[in-house]
C-alpha cells in the first residue's frame, strides 16, 4: 500500500513526476520525455511523458504478443481474481486517481471521484463476465452433423481513448479485453496520459502479467497507430474519440480488414414535454448537461422544450447554472472546472458568437473571462434558432442551448436533424408518450426522466455517426471475442 493510499492527496501534494516514468511495454517503464502535461486550471506544466516513436510502437505490439499465449491460456477464473484485485485496488486508491484526473483534465474532483467509480467497476463487471463466457452447441437442421461454437479472445487489440475520461475510456476496453482474453496495447490522449500510467502500476500490482497491458503515449498518432495497425499480428481497434478521426482510422483500419469498435461524438437532444415535471427535468438537466462541464460525449447539446414549459424551464435552468461555482478541479468547493485546453475555449466562444449572431439570447454567462486558466462560464442561451453551427456541432462545454418546438412530430424532427446518434433525454410523466418518443429519436442509449445514461451494465455506444459496436453490459465483451465454428460429424 503506498503513502498515497493512506492519506488523501491535496493537489499540491502529488508528485506528478511519480506517474511519468516512461512508456509501459512489456512491464517495464522505457524512459523519454516529449510531451508535456498541462494543468488546465494554471497552465503550468504537471510533468513530461515520453513521445514514443514507430519502433517503440512495434515493441509494445512485440510485448503484447509473447504475453497473449500465455494470458489466452490462463483460466477464466484466475483472470476474473485479478480483474477483482484491479476493481479493488482502484477503490482503495480513489483520493489519489481523482486528484491526478482532476489536476491533468481539470475536472471538478466530484466529477473525477464518479469518474474513478465508474471506472474501477468495469473491472468488476468483466471479472463476472469473464467466468460466463459462452458457445453453442446445436444439431444441424440437416441431422448430418452438430454445430460447436466457441468463442475464442480475437487477438491483440490496439486501444486509443480521449482525454475527457482520462481513466474511465480505458478500463471501458481493458476490462473486456482482458477478461476476453486479450492482450492490449493502450494509447491515451497526450493530454491527461498520467492516469493510464497510473493505472499501469496498479494493474501490476493486481497481478496483470507483464506485456498483458502496454501503455505508450506519442505527439504522432496518426503514424505511430498506423503502424500497429498495419502489423498482422493486431486484431483489433477499439477507439474512442472525435467521429472525424474514427473516419480516419476506419480508412487505415481497412488496410488489414481490422475488426473496429468505434465509440464516436455526439449531439444529444435534450427533449422537455409541457408534462414534464419541471424539478425532475432541471435535476436531469444539470446532471446530463454539467457532469464534466459539459465535455461528455453524452452532453446534452441541445435542449428541445415545448412552448408551455419554456420560460419556466429557460428561467430555473438558468439560475441553477449561474449558481454554479467556476474553479480549479482540484478546490473541492468547485462544481464546473477549466476546459481542456485554449482552443476548446475558443471553439466554445465561436459556436456562442455564432448563435448570438443568428438571433440567439443569453440568459447567464456567455462572456468568456480574463486570467490564467482555460475556463469558460455556465451559460444558458434561448430562441437558438436550428441554423446555428452549434445545433450540429458538439460544444463540448457548459453552455445550455434552448430550442423550442411545439407538437410531438416537431420534437422528434429536431431531435433527429443531425449525423450523431449516440444519447437522448427524454422528460414527460406520461410513460407511453416517452417509449414512443424514444422508439422515433435514432439514438443508442435514451435516458428517460433521468439525466444519466451510462450504466457498466448497459450497453453503452451510438448508431449514425456516433459510431460502431458496444461497450458495457455483455455485449462489450463479444466486441474482443470471435465466434469459432466447429462442424463436427457426430
Ligand atoms: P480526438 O478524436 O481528437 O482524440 C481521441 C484519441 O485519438 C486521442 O488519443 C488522440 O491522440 C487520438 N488521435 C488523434 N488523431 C489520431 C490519428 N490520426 N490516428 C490515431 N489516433 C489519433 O478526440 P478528443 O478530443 O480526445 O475527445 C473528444 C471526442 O471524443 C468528442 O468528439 C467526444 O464526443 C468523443 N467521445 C466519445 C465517447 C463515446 O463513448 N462515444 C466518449 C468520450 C469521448
Known amino acids: ?14 508528485d506528478c513526476s511519480h506517474y511519468a516514468k516512461g512508456l509501459y511495454i512489456g512491464g517495464q517503464w522505457i524512459g523519454g520525455s516529449g510531451i508535456p502535461v498541462v494543468d488546465p486550471s494554471t497552465e503550468q506544466v504537471l510533468a513530461e511523458v515520453p513521445d514514443a516513436s514507430e519502433a517503440q510502437a512495434t515493441l509494445a505490439v512485440d510485448a503484447a504478443a509473447a504475453a497473449a499465449q500465455g494470458w489466452r491460456t490462463t483460466p477464466p477464473r484466475q483472470r476474473a481474481e485479478i480483474l477483482l484485485r484491479c476493481h479493488k485496488l482502484m477503490l482503495e486508491r480513489i483520493e489519489e486517481l481523482a486528484t491526478l484526473i482532476s489536476l491533468e483534465n481539470g475536472k471538478a474532483l466530484s466529477d473525477a471521484r464518479g469518474e474513478v467509480t465508474y471506472a474501477a467497476e468495469f473491472f468488476r463487471w468483466y471479472a463476472e463476465e469473464a467466468v460466463r463466457i459462452g458457445g453453442e452447441y446445436r444439431v444441424a437442421p440437416s441431422g448430418s452433423n452438430r454445430i460447436l461454437v466457441d468463442m475464442e479472445p480475437i487477438g491483440i487489440a490496439v486501444l486509443i481513448t480521449p482525454w475527457n475520461f482520462p481513466a474511465a475510456m480505458a478500463t471501458r476496453k481493458i476490462a473486456p479485453a482482458l477478461a476476453a482474453g486479450c492482450t492490449v496495447v493502450l494509447k491515451p490522449a497526450s493530454e491527461t496520459p498520467l492516469t493510464a500510467y497510473a493505472l499501469a502500476d496498479l494493474y501490476a500490482e493486481a497481478g496483470v502479467p507483464a506485456g498483458v497491458v502496454n501503455v505508450i503515449t506519442t505527439t504522432r498518432p496518426g503514424p505511430v497507430t498506423a503502424t500497429m495497425l498495419n502489423d498482422a499480428r493486431v486484431r483489433k481497434l477499439s477507439f474512442t474519440g472525435s467521429t472525424g478521426v474514427g473516419r480516419t482510422l476506419l480508412t487505415e483500419a481497412a488496410k488489414t480488414v481490422l475488426s473496429c469498435s468505434m465509440e464516436l461524438g455526439g449531439n444529444a437532444p435534450f427533449i422537455v414535454f409541457d408534462d414534464a415535471d419541471l424539478e425532475a427535468a432541471l435535476d436531469g438537466a444539470m446532471v446530463a448537461k454539467m457532469r464534466n462541464a459539459g465535455e461528455a460525449c453524452t452532453a446534452a447539446n441541445r435542449f428541445i422544450v415545448q412552448d408551455g414549459i419554456y420560460d419556466r424551464f429557460a428561467e430555473g435552468l438558468a439560475n441553477r447554472m449561474a449558481a454554479l461555482r467556476v474553479g480549479p478541479g482540484t478546490d473541492p468547493a468547485t462544481a464546473c472546472g477549466p476546459m481542456i485546453t485554449k482552443k476548446a475555449v475558443d471553439k466554445i466562444d465561436t459556436l456562442v458568437t455564432d448563435a448570438l449572431g443568428k438571433g440567439a439570447r443569453i440568459l447567464v454567462g456567455g462572456e468568456r473571462p480574463e486570467g490564467t486558466g482555460f475556463f469558460y462560464p455556465p451559460t444558458v442561451l434561448v430562441d437558438v434558432p436550428p441554423s446555428a453551427a452549434m445545433a ?19 420534437a422528434v424532427a429536431l431531435a433527429n436533424d ?41 450497453p453503452f455506444g451510438g448508431v449514425k455517426q456516433s459510431g460502431l459496436g458496444r461497450e458495457g453490459g455483455i455485449h462489450g465483451i463479444a466486441e474482443f471475442m470471435e465466434p469459432k465454428y466447429i462442424a463436427t460429424a457426430f
Not at 450540429?392 to 416537431?410: H, K, M, S, W
Request: charged share 20%.
Open 1 to 14: 500500500m503506498t503513502l498515497a493510499s493512506v492519506l488523501p492527496p491535496t493537489a499540491n501534494s502529488l
Open 392 to 410: 450540429q456541432e458538439e460544444i463540448f462545454g457548459p453552455v445550455a442551448p434552448l430550442y423550442r418546438f411545439t407538437n410531438e412530430d416537431e
Open 418 to 458: 443531425t449525423e450523431y446518434g449516440l444519447a437522448a433525454y427524454i422528460f414527460t410523466q406520461d410513460l407511453k408518450r416517452g417509449l414512443a418518443i424514444a422508439g422515433k429519436v435514432e439514438a443508442g442509449m435514451i435516458a428517460l426522466n433521468r439525466g444519466l445514461v451510462s450504466d457498466p451494465a448497459a
